[in-house]
């Protein structure tokens, strides 16, 4: 009885796709004269096939996105882990995440592609960065018309780099903390769009009462002097 190690064959690129003979041939070297053997064998040769192109992804805090990429007939594939993911079954399934620290999160997602039903399996990684959440608001007070008041945001996320405020009237301003001033009585949504460095964006309303001078009015008797 004769135990052989198995080779392990690299296809060159000259192969074309078809069917090919091997032959094999390996020495017997536990007798006494080194007996040579000789075989065939029978390599069904396959072109590579088409993977999807699988990216590293940078996405903000409650946003979705899709990794991976579009599916080609006749693979199959299988992502892990399968936080957040859609399907972990789909070639570029989608992912919600959330991350309300104040740092990065970086997620790593396997992908497993089984291109010719087990015999063609292809191995990839996506690095996923999920920035931190941001979110801003404001407070303002009821104002007078003619009189200026301060709006006052409070942003939770760091690394800001705009503040952009409309006040309802027309008016704008692109500072953290603005002063505005209403020239009418009435009712007005102000709003507020904070971005950060990464491109992450948070919009907020608040509605502003600006309230009518008062008018002054009085009136006197008559008063006799001694």
């Known amino acids: 009885q004769v135990s052989i190690d198995l080779p392990v064959a690299v296809i060159p690129d000259a ?27 029978i390599m069904e040769i396959w072109d590579e096939p088409d993977v999807p192109e699988v990216e590293d992804v940078s996405m903000c805090s409650e946003d979705t996105i899709q990794i991976g990429g579009l599916p080609i007939a006749g693979q199959s594939y299988i992502w892990t882990p399968t936080t957040g993911l859609s399907s972990p ?53 009821p104002a007078c018309f003619g009189y200026p008041n301060t709006f ?17 009237d027309g008016g704008e301003d692109s500072i953290e903390t603005p002063i505005h001033t209403y020239g009418l009585a009435g009712s007005y949504q102000a709003r507020l769009i904070v971005e ?29 002097h001694e």
């Open 15 to 41: 192969l074309v796709e078809g069917v090919e003979t091997i032959e094999i041939y390996y020495v017997d070297s536990s007798l006494c004269a080194n007996q040579i053997y000789y075989d065939t064998a």
């Open 89 to 141: 079954f789909a070639s570029n399934p989608s992912l919600p995440l959330t991350n309300y620290g104040q740092q990065n999160d970086t997620l790593m997602y396997y992908l497993v592609i089984d291109a010719l039903s087990g015999f063609c399996i292809y191995e990839d990684s996506v690095q996923a960065i999920v920035r931190p959440v941001i979110q801003g608001c404001f407070d303002v007070d």
């Open 152 to 168: 006052v945001p409070t942003v939770l996320g760091d690394s800001l780099i705009s503040w952009d405020w409309t006040f309802g």
């Open 196 to 224: 950060n460095v990464w491109g992450c964006r948070d919009t907020s309303f608040n509605t502003v009462l600006v309230n009518p001078l008062p008018v002054l009015d009085f009136s006197a008797p008559p008063v006799c």
